[in-house]
């Protein structure tokens, strides 16, 4: 009997032992947490407050961890503190009241903060609400939307844009963040999204008095009507006759492309419109970037298919070859010069180029099939 006792005895300093190493080891797991907390915070003033962005790091900590760092930041004096304390926490309501309270006396990057937490959540009526307290100078705005776009949250940035192009209309940086932002609509194919992106970009700009980079809204927007349905050939030559005519394109464009472009409607818009002033406007391109490969296989292609003007035709196809041998459809055209030169054997080994390239594209199969038809009937 004394010995029982004595061993339940052992047993329950062995259990109080364990539960007081346990509440140790938590309470360690707690305060480190704490700590980290605290110290991430402790540095937030002399960060800049919109790099990086806190709703989007990984959280720091869950479960009872969890509440008992949200109830330490609870008690941070600053709303902006706060806020950052529960975006690491992953209370985003939390911290999108703490970022509010701060927006409302004026601190322009908790605004910003505001606009990435309501975007997030797909509200963005209150999303752009928030932006019409931000007054950042336009590096800041474009480091912040930067930032949005490095995340790849899929989150509308345009408004952004236009934000800073309200507040500083003079400034290029402003056109070049619309013209990505609308471009991104591009990207996930929302056509419509994008050409209203454009031509509202061309509204502002005349409301504005300025015409910084029209040009590659103006493209931009007859590139969409020129190739996505429905298709509006003439309203896509109103935009490019546009951009020829203002020819201030942004972030370093290649103006040759306009021309290439207007040279494909006026093609498009036959009998209005002739072979020859298509060429013309493929010709300027070249002029323009003489290593463009379009305008090389584009002037090949008139030469080839309405002028008959098949020695001219072979040079400009070699040409952009010469340049750039990996499209497949240089060697269906170079295959078919060959072909009205009566020079059939280089015809089937363009023909067979093609098919290295992409083999089973049909084709350059059938032509390939009617050119050793045609060798085998001038067999003897």
């Given at each position: 009997?004394?010995?029982?006792?004595?061993?339940?005895?052992?047993?329950?300093?062995?259990?109080?032992?364990?539960?007081?190493?346990?509440?140790?080891?938590?309470?360690?797991?707690?305060?480190?947490?704490?700590?980290?907390?605290?110290?991430?915070?402790?540095?937030?003033p002399e960060k800049e407050q919109l790099n990086?962005?806190?709703?989007?790091?990984?959280?720091?900590?869950?479960?009872?961890?969890?509440?008992?760092?949200?109830?330490?930041?609870?008690?941070?004096?600053?709303?902006?503190?706060?806020?950052?304390?529960?975006?690491?926490?992953?209370?985003?309501?939390?911290?999108?009241?703490?970022?509010?309270?701060?927006?409302?006396?004026?601190?322009?990057?908790?605004?910003?903060?505001?606009?990435?937490?309501?975007?997030?959540?797909?509200?963005?009526?209150?999303?752009?609400?928030?932006?019409?307290?931000?007054?950042?100078?336009?590096?800041?705005?474009?480091?912040?939307?930067?930032?949005?776009?490095?995340?790849?949250?899929?989150?509308?940035?345009?408004?952004?844009?236009?934000?800073?192009?309200?507040?500083?209309?003079?400034?290029?940086?402003?056109?070049?963040?619309?013209?990505?932002?609308?471009?991104?609509?591009?990207?996930?194919?929302?056509?419509?999204?994008?050409?209203?992106?454009?031509?509202?970009?061309?509204?502002?700009?005349?409301?504005?008095?300025?015409?910084?980079?029209?040009?590659?809204?103006?493209?931009?927007?007859?590139?969409?009507?020129?190739?996505?349905?429905?298709?509006?050939?003439?309203?896509?030559?109103?935009?490019?006759?546009?951009?020829?005519?203002?020819?201030?394109?942004?972030?370093?464009?290649?103006?040759?492309?306009?021309?290439?472009?207007?040279?494909?409607?006026?093609?498009?818009?036959?009998?209005?419109?002739?072979?020859?002033?298509?060429?013309?406007?493929?010709?300027?391109?070249?002029?323009?970037?003489?290593?463009?490969?379009?305008?090389?296989?584009?002037?090949?292609?008139?030469?080839?298919?309405?002028?008959?003007?098949?020695?001219?035709?072979?040079?400009?196809?070699?040409?952009?070859?010469?340049?750039?041998?990996?499209?497949?459809?240089?060697?269906?055209?170079?295959?078919?010069?060959?072909?009205?030169?009566?020079?059939?054997?280089?015809?089937?080994?363009?023909?067979?180029?093609?098919l290295t390239r992409q083999p089973g594209y049909?084709?350059?199969?059938?032509?390939l099939a009617a050119v050793q038809a045609e060798?085998?009937?001038?067999?003897?």
């Open positions: 009997m004394r010995r029982t006792n004595q061993y339940l005895r052992l047993l329950f300093v062995l259990a109080l032992v364990t539960s007081a190493a346990w509440l140790v080891a938590r309470q360690i797991q707690q305060d480190a947490g704490l700590r980290e907390l605290v110290a991430i915070i402790n540095r937030l990086p962005i806190a709703c989007s790091l990984t959280r720091l900590a869950d479960g009872a961890d969890k509440t008992a760092l949200q109830e330490a930041a609870g008690r941070l004096t600053k709303p902006t503190w706060r806020a950052t304390a529960y975006c690491l926490l992953g209370d985003y309501p939390s911290a999108l009241a703490a970022y509010e309270q701060a927006a409302s006396s004026g601190d322009g990057g908790s605004a910003l903060q505001v606009y990435f937490l309501q975007a997030r959540q797909g509200d963005m009526q209150a999303a752009k609400q928030a932006l019409n307290s931000v007054h950042f100078s336009d590096k800041q705005l474009q480091e912040f939307f930067t930032s949005v776009t490095n995340l790849k949250l899929n989150i509308d940035l345009l408004p952004v844009a236009q934000r800073m192009a309200e507040l500083y209309p003079g400034d290029r940086n402003s056109w070049n963040l619309w013209l990505n932002a609308a471009g991104v609509y591009e990207s996930a194919s929302n056509w419509q999204r994008a050409l209203d992106a454009y031509l509202e970009a061309i509204r502002v700009q005349e409301e504005a008095g300025v015409r910084i980079g029209r040009s590659s809204f103006e493209q931009a927007a007859g590139r969409i009507y020129q190739i996505r349905k429905p298709i509006d050939l003439n309203r896509a030559l109103s935009c490019y006759n546009a951009a020829i005519s203002d020819m201030d394109f942004l972030q370093a464009a290649n103006p040759s492309y306009v021309f290439i472009y207007r040279g494909e409607v006026y093609q498009g818009l036959r009998p209005a419109y002739t072979a020859s002033q298509a060429l013309q406007e493929f010709l300027h391109s070249l002029e323009l970037d003489p290593k463009n490969y379009w305008a090389m296989q584009a002037i090949a292609s008139v030469y080839l298919n309405d002028l008959k003007d098949y020695p001219l035709a072979e040079f400009y196809i070699n040409q952009a070859i010469g340049l750039n041998p990996a499209p497949v459809y240089a060697y269906l055209i170079r295959g078919d010069v060959y072909r009205q030169l009566g020079n059939l054997q280089s015809a089937i080994a363009a023909y067979q180029d093609a049909q084709t350059a199969l059938d032509r060798l085998k009937k001038q067999a003897p």
